[in-house]
């Protein structure tokens, strides 16, 4: 959920929901569990109410906003995916917020029964009969309307009552402040969670999405405890593991990544980042929220894996009028959810695919991409021309080009980078196409906002691949800090500077030291296996620091040229005590006399501050070369706490001027940068 376009909507859901997330001290849990296949082996697939609820496409909503969700609508949705989408793998139906009305004698949800007559049990119970599977919602905290005084009694828990799980000044959580926060020093309150996983269990319910969870959704910063939900998250985790039955718990909605660990330890996935939905009159709108996600989802690709992936929210290709997208869009859209392993949920109207939305929906090949749990990376982020690769098992290379612009552009995939060597057989996915003898490149002109899917194979097997994406981090006088992808069947790496082996590494990275300060190097690198060795990786070429660097230059500082509403505000944890916020649009931050000795790329690092789940910005040096950074964010609105990025710049000898700016959007605080 959005905190920013969907508050209207969900309080109006919330005024039908209440429900409990909880946990409790470590001596509560039970140590007897269910032997249970894997939960979430593989991205799930399926369906969920929440797109159809919050648009306002005609005909969808009829009564209100969210009226959509109704038990025959969730059955009508059922129906359609058994017969078109089940074959294909998709298989969950889930009922997003809306569904309950309140809470039991015990406190626990109970459904209305104007929306769902017969029941939570009864609707789960005709899904199952299609062979598919049941998920619902819930949201994180004590429903203020189950508190009732504090003398609602604990199910199954004697001498428990709400009074005993709460905090005396009934302070409140959740993305929307709409519950009271949870007190996990009680016994009680693990009792409360594990009542309502077992009802849910007892219901069937095969899937739970819990909702509003911090630290994240822009709440929950480290002054912001009563938004920190990682208690509530680990009780309802070990409630879900005794409810008696196999059930899948997500997490929902813009989670903060500096709690990942928290997360994969205790759910089978998470929301990175806000709606996808649009809240207006279709399902979503590509500058809304679609292509966010392209610059949300880098920092947590290496948390996803079997048992917890990475949630980009729901698909909505398969109805073009309605999805609010050209079709370029709508295969982008795909092309990226399926290459990054996120689950493949629909949100349309199951019973309008088109039949472009259809052939999206069911091509064999992307589902089987998404399905081998390879999530995709980045290979540059700079431009928006973007390469996306994931590494196969099999010796191929998954590679999807993208073009984030606003007009056709070229889009090139290097082989070098890629690691891929030699001649290739290259297949274009979406076309059904192979074509032959392929070296040194894919490319291709794209239209705004288009894509191309390729799987890329070499034509000879070779027993130690090339390392890919060889990446600098750092870089001092004498040293540099490189990075690149794991090479298959190495046991061991050669690093070269200028040619020259500099060092050797059992692990996909090292620091290459005594280095001459000022100095332009080439690094690349060989993968090593018995002897044999791969072919050299691309290169990357860029000086080291001048001697007595690197330097740093302050954003703050009264050199610097502010424009617009782009102000110095304080910064307790920032270089100087200060940084510049309130930059983007027609705001700018302009670092000037930024001095190299040499013309050249150098690895410029930036200190930034951002409390939203990314923000880009363009950095133009000396009002021509332009590269774009991504920040990435903490999403728990916590603009106080300084990180760093890095990104390789061609500086000209002498003085330099780089611009901040992004005339599209607000972008991170600066505090500095350093040459």
Known sequence: MSLRRRTTLVLAALALVSTAAVTAPADAVQDQKPAYPQIAAKPYMGWSSWSLQSTNYPGVNPDGPGSFISEKNILTQANA????????????????????????????????????????????????????KFGIYTVVGLGTDVYRDGNTPIYDAPGCFTRDIVYPDLR????????????????????????????????????????????????????????NNTEDVEAWWRAVQNAGRPMMYTLSWSLSHRYADVWKQN??????????????????KWDSSVKARWWDLPQWIDDAGPGHWNNLDAINVGVGAMDGLTDAERQSYMTFWAINSAPLFAGDDLTKLDAYGLKLLTNREVIAINQ????????????????????????????????????????TGNFDQLGIGGKATVR????????????????????????????????????????????????????VSLNWRPSAGATSYQVFANGKQVATSTTPGTVVGGLQPQTQY?????????????????????YTSKSGGPVRYEAESPTSTLTGDASVSGCTLCSGGSKIGNIGYSSTVT????????????????????????RQSMLTVNGTDSYWVNYHGLGDNDWGTPQVTYLPMK??????????????????DIDWITV
């Open 428 to 479: 274009d996915i979406w076309a059904n196409q192979n074509t032959r003898n392929v070296s040194g490149s894919v490319s291709v002109q794209l239209p705004a906002h288009g894509s191309k899917l390729y799987k890329i194979t070499p034509d000879q097997y070779v027993p130690v691949s090339i390392p890919a994406d060889l990446t600098a981090t750092d870089v001092s006088r004498t040293s």
């Open 267 to 284: 759910s089978n996935g998470w929301r990175i980042d806000t709606d996808v939905e649009c809240y207006c009159d279709t399902i979503v």
């Open 81 to 132: 995916l058994a017969t078109k989408l089940k074959p294909y793998g998709y298989e969950y139906i889930n009922v997003d917020a809306g569904w309950q009305d309140g809470g039991d004698e015990y406190g626990r949800p109970v459904a209305n029964l104007k929306r769902f007559p017969r029941g939570m049990k009864a609707v789960g119970d005709d899904i199952h009969k299609l062979g598919l």
């Open 372 to 411: 081998s749990g390879n999530p995709a990376r980045p290979l540059n982020q700079d431009q928006l021309q973007q390469v996306w690769y994931a590494q196969n098992a099999d010796g191929s290379t998954t590679v999807a080009l993208f073009n984030l612009a606003d007009s056709p552009a070229t889009v």
């Open 651 to 668: 500086l000209t000898a002498g003085s330099n001027s780089i611009k901040v700016s992004n005339a599209g959007g607000y972008i991170a």
């Open 522 to 542: 080439t690094f690349t690198v060989k993968g090593v296996k018995y002897g044999r060795t791969s072919d050299a990786s691309a290169g990357i070429t860029m």
């Open 172 to 227: 409140k959580t959740n993305g929307w402040d709409a519950a009271y926060k949870i007190n996990y020093e009680s016994p009680c309150a693990q009792k409360y969670a594990d009542s309502i996983a077992r009802l849910f269990a007892s219901w069937g319910v095969d899937f739970i999405k819990m909702d509003g969870v911090g630290p994240g959704s822009w709440k929950g910063a480290p002054d912001d405890p009563n938004h």
């Open 591 to 614: 670092l000037n006399d930024i001095t190299v000795p040499a013309t050249g790329t150098y690895l410029v690092k930036i200190a930034y501050t951002d409390g939203d789940t990314s």
